[in-house]
């Protein structure tokens, strides 16, 4: 296997789809990130770039599954990691666009039990602060990372979970759920953020989730291959995540594909044409294919900036200069751009877009670079060709 797997890697420049059809091939950029992959251990990838709200130019490269020798494609479902957030915030905002709540409600209006700061008990957390994650809210690891699991993990419920972490006494409820600061002053990413805006959309359409978001997301988007659950795809069609393995750092390991029961943080699983749709929608101006899918209001406030005066420094490729309301907003070679990255176990993701200009980048990445020199390499590339 160890064989099997070196020579796999060596030989991943070999393994490229190109794209039919109008798109044109790049092959400077395609060979510039192909010897980055061959000096580094990146598996897979799927990549577009976005002129003027077209696709110009979309590419595949690597291995989906290695050791079953399947190839990339520009179909293959990858898990979006934490830009699966785009989604999810922009499912609550489709009960904005239908008056459910207001940005700078408290979301405890709308809560079966109250989520406060115990720190800062009188001060109510809103919907803004969940999209823009200066709720104070606390990814406290010790305790999620055990709720992780193979496959779909589904229990406890949306409901049931959200309740276990933010109502005193709950099973999950630590005060390290939250941070020592003031709610609504300080950025503070938090994962758990997102599964409270999803717990939210439940509450508001009394509908799941899930459910709410293929009808009127997904659906009007035609990302009908995409889904929040592996059950509902053909799993030989979903990338293989691969990490460095610890005991022998040559080596990678296979992962198996997990999730957990805060799914809308981080397990949505789509493709590059598919998610494309979604941007090509926020471009639009909330219109796609001649349909209606999020109101202009509701998109220039997703893109308008917080103004957010707090930010600790980040050691982060993309560092970001303020925050919109699901975006970290990012300056790129005197450009700035609205951004989100993802990354889980042997899995980084990014899409960069301009919603003046129309135009961005999305990427979708297997494996695991061992500095991130290695993925910043690969932005530079993209976003020259994005400048061009």
Not at 24 to 43: C, M, P, Q, Y
Not at 261 to 280: E, H, L, W
Request: proline share 5%.
């Amino acid at each position: 296997m160890k064989k099997f797997v070196i020579i796999a890697l060596v030989f991943l420049i070999c393994v490229t789809i190109p794209v039919l059809g109008k798109i044109e091939r790049n092959h400077t950029l395609e060979n510039g990130i192909s010897a980055i992959f061959e000096k580094d251990k990146l598996v897979g990838m799927s990549v577009c770039v976005i002129k003027n709200n077209e696709v110009v130019w979309q590419w595949a490269h690597g291995w989906a599954d290695i050791e079953n020798k399947i190839p990339v494609t520009v179909n293959t479902l990858f898990m979006l990691a934490s830009v699966s957030k785009t989604i999810t915030g922009a499912t609550l905002l489709h009960l904005y666009d239908k008056g459910k709540f207001s940005l700078d409600e408290d979301i405890n209006n709308y809560m079966p039990f109250k989520i406060r700061n115990p720190k800062y008990p009188d001060e109510p957390i809103t919907f803004r602060m969940l999209f823009n994650h200066t709720s104070t809210l606390n990814d406290d690891f010790k305790i999620i990372s055990p709720l992780y699991g193979d496959g779909d993990v589904t229990s406890p419920p949306l409901a049931k979970l959200v309740r276990g972490f933010f109502e005193p006494g709950g099973k999950y409820y630590k005060q390290t759920n939250f941070i020592e600061k003031k709610p609504g002053q300080t950025f503070h990413y938090s994962n758990l953020n997102y599964v409270v805006i999803a717990y939210l959309v439940e509450l508001l359409s009394k509908e799941s989730f899930s459910n709410y978001c293929k009808k009127n997301i997904l659906n009007p988007l035609n990302m009908k291959n995409s889904s929040w659950f592996l059950s509902d795809l053909n799993q030989k069609e979903v990338a293989v995540h691969y990490e460095i393995d610890e005991n022998q750092k040559e080596k990678l390991k296979r992962v198996r594909h997990y999730g957990w029961p805060g799914y809308a943080d981080g397990c949505f699983r789509s493709s590059i044409p598919q998610y494309t749709n979604f941007i090509k929608m926020l471009m639009n101006d909330g219109v796609f294919d001649g349909k209606r899918v999020l109101s202009s209001k509701t998109i220039s406030e997703m893109f308008t900036a917080q103004k957010i005066k707090d930010i600790p420094p980040e050691v982060h490729a993309l560092p970001m200069i303020d925050r919109a309301l699901i975006w970290r907003i990012v300056e790129m070679s005197g450009q700035k751009y609205f951004a989100h990255l993802g990354g889980g176990t042997g899995i980084t993701t990014l899409v960069l877009i301009d919603p003046i200009k129309k135009s961005g980048i999305i990427w979708f990445c297997t494996g695991e670079a061992e500095t991130p020199v290695t993925y910043l390499s690969i932005f530079n590339l993209l976003i020259k060709k994005l400048a061009e």
